[in-house]
């Protein structure tokens, strides 16, 4: 079992960056894949970014590519998404994804086992 608890979502002004957290807790994180997907008001559940146990792999949507970080610090048990040069368009939930399984996270919500609850990013024109 892992527990997944987001941080840093807020209201900022196009172009602007934030830093979400994600803290994990229930086994080492360096057992487990980690990434973030996001959910914008009515509409489906979509990946973000991923990145291995040991952080050596990182993989992200295209459209987040070169605006967006993820990270990763096993020995604080926390996953970084760095978020600069932000749009409008990027306005959603963001939610913390894990795979304890020997396979990479899953860039299809439905087939991810573990969730947080999520924190809102709001990205203004």
């Known amino acids: 079992q892992v527990q997944l608890v987001e941080s840093g979502g807020g209201l900022v002004q196009a172009g602007g960056s934030l830093r979400l957290s994600c803290a994990a807790s229930?086994?080492?994180?360096?057992?487990?894949?980690m990434g973030w997907f996001h959910q914008a008001p009515g509409k489906e559940r979509e990946f973000v970014a991923a990145?291995?146990?040991?952080?050596?792999?990182?993989y992200y949507a295209d459209s987040v590519k070169g605006r967006f970080t993820i990270s990763r610090d096993n020995a604080k048990n926390t996953v970084y998404l760095q978020m600069n040069s932000l749009k409008p368009e990027d306005t959603a939930v963001y939610y913390c994804?894990?795979?304890?399984?020997?396979?990479?996270?899953?860039?299809?919500?439905?087939?991810?086992?573990?969730w947080g609850k999520g924190t809102l990013v709001t990205v203004s024109s």
């Open positions: 994804a894990a795979d304890t399984r020997n396979q990479e996270l899953s860039t299809l919500w439905n087939r991810v086992p573990y």
């Open positions: 990145i291995s146990k040991s952080g050596d792999n990182t």
């Open positions: 229930g086994r080492p994180l360096s057992t487990t894949n």
